[in-house]
């Protein structure tokens, strides 16, 4: 996919700007089929639209693209939409786009979750609620505008830097992007494969015995879930995972069949003591 129209049309400061401030529509439409899929595309439509208004084909086919899996911080997006836009806009191939838009994802989803949850929001809790035991009514108020005021100014600093970086990588290591994209590719394969072995739980419960009773003796019970950590350890969800991905890709089965066939297996293989 090359871009034919981004010779004559170029996207300004204020099509960036605009980009980023619709990063608040990232979980619209949030399913567990694609989660921020939808939203990503409805953020980056207006700079579609703009770029590939005249060729209709073109637009759908690039809203098509980004309506994929994505799951990222809606803080920290503007860097990664504002690098897609600046590697769109140099005529970049989607496909090289993609292996750079997915390896930031998992990233900036832990840096923003931890910055916006776990630092801001306890710090101007404390700041406010002490204000509000002290008497001052608009306390409620100050740590609502606190918060998103500074969230809003994270947003426009990582658009505005994500722009600058993604002109400056484009510039030095165009010819190198393929490569470039294939390691960020493999740098997302592998969060991926450590978040299947991290979270996805499967542990055989069967044991069986070994040699024969003697009197006096006691019997080896051999644990076929230790047997295979010793092999391999976290091999079944990684297998499973597997089976997911190829029934969907493969399959083209839904999200919500999988859940389906997830939870029947999950309680079947449970109460006939298969699984832990």
């Given at each position: 996919?090359?871009?034919?129209?981004?010779?004559?049309?170029?996207?300004?400061?204020?099509?960036?700007?605009?980009?980023?401030?619709?990063a608040y529509f990232l979980q619209n439409g949030f399913n567990y089929s694609n989660y921020q899929g939808l939203g990503y595309a409805l953020t980056m439509f207006p700079a579609f639209k703009k770029l590939y208004g005249d060729d209709p084909a073109r637009l759908s086919e690039?809203?098509?693209?980004?309506?994929?899996?994505?799951?990222?911080?809606?803080?920290?997006?503007?860097?990664?939409?504002?690098?897609?836009?600046?590697?769109?806009?140099?005529?970049?191939?989607?496909?090289?786009?993609?292996?750079?838009?997915?390896?930031?994802?998992?990233?900036?989803?832990?840096?923003?979750?931890?910055?916006?949850?776990?630092?801001?929001?306890?710090?101007?809790?404390?700041?406010?609620?002490?204000?509000?035991?002290?008497?001052m009514s608009f306390a409620p108020l100050g740590f609502l505008f606190a918060m998103n005021f500074v969230l809003l100014g994270i947003k426009m600093v990582m658009g505005t830097y994500g722009r600058k970086l993604g002109t400056s990588m484009i510039d030095k290591l165009s010819?190198?992007?393929?490569?470039?994209?294939?390691?960020?590719?493999?740098?997302?394969?592998?969060?991926?494969?450590?978040?299947?072995?991290?979270?996805?739980?499967?542990?055989?419960?069967?044991?069986?015995?070994?040699?024969?009773?003697?009197?006096?003796?006691?019997?080896?019970?051999?644990?076929?879930?230790?047997?295979?950590?010793?092999?391999?350890?976290?091999?079944?969800?990684?297998?499973?995972?597997?089976?997911?991905?190829?029934?969907?890709?493969?399959?083209?089965?839904?999200?919500?069949?999988?859940?389906?066939?997830?939870?029947?297996?999950?309680?079947?293989?449970?109460?006939?003591?298969?699984?832990?």
């Amino acid at each position: 996919m090359t871009g034919s129209n981004n010779e004559t049309k170029k996207l300004t400061t204020k099509d960036y700007t605009k980009t980023t401030l619709r990063a608040y529509f990232l979980q619209n439409g949030f399913n567990y089929s694609n989660y921020q899929g939808l939203g990503y595309a409805l953020t980056m439509f207006p700079a579609f639209k703009k770029l590939y208004g005249d060729d209709p084909a073109r637009l759908s086919e690039e809203l098509k693209d980004n309506c994929e899996f994505y799951n990222t911080n809606p803080n920290l997006l503007p860097f990664i939409t504002s690098i897609h836009l600046a590697m769109v806009e140099s005529g970049m191939k989607y496909s090289e786009i993609r292996g750079i838009k997915m390896a930031l994802m998992g990233p900036l989803a832990g840096i923003g979750d931890s910055l916006s949850q776990f630092c801001l929001a306890p710090l101007f809790s404390t700041i406010f609620a002490s204000m509000a035991m002290d008497g001052m009514s608009f306390a409620p108020l100050g740590f609502l505008f606190a918060m998103n005021f500074v969230l809003l100014g994270i947003k426009m600093v990582m658009g505005t830097y994500g722009r600058k970086l993604g002109t400056s990588m484009i510039d030095k290591l165009s010819e190198k992007m393929g490569v470039i994209s294939d390691a960020a590719g493999m740098i997302g394969v592998t969060v991926i494969a450590g978040l299947a072995a991290t979270f996805v739980k499967m542990k055989v419960a069967l044991t069986f015995a070994a040699g024969e009773v003697q009197e006096g003796v006691k019997q080896s019970v051999m644990d076929i879930q230790g047997m295979l950590d010793k092999i391999a350890p976290a091999l079944l969800p990684i297998l499973y995972t597997m089976l997911m991905y190829y029934l969907i890709k493969k399959k083209h089965v839904t999200t919500y069949w999988l859940v389906l066939i997830t939870v029947v297996l999950g309680v079947l293989l449970s109460v006939l003591g298969g699984l832990a």
